[in-house]
């Protein structure tokens, strides 16, 4: 996101504040410390002008080792609850093999 962002000339506070969040909030997100509450996802793709979908788009990741590497290095700043969420969200990615 923050690439969209910056490509659109946009400052992490004009994007709060249409999202309706706080900054550092915005900063979070782009860094992969948080993640947008659902009903915020939309807003973001609205002022960044893409569909919801682009705004998890990965293409500029070529190599399985450096996307293992950025999650690993995202995980590190979660707290147990947030780890949690995410081992039950890959857990449930396995059901849809």
Request: no cysteine; proline share 3%; aromatic share 10%.
């Amino acid at each position: 996101m923050k690439e969209l962002r910056k490509s659109k000339g946009l400052t992490q506070e004009q994007v709060a504040e249409f999202v309706g969040i706080e900054p550092v909030n915005v900063s979070k997100i782009e860094r992969g410390m948080h993640f947008p509450q659902p009903e915020k996802i939309e807003k973001f793709a609205i002022i960044l002008g893409v569909a919801t979908k682009d705004l998890f788009d990965f293409e500029h990741i070529k190599d399985k080792k450096e996307l293992i590497k950025n999650i690993e290095m995202s995980l590190k700043n979660f707290d147990l609850k947030e780890l949690e969420f995410v081992y039950k969200f890959v857990s449930d990615l396995k059901l849809y093999k």
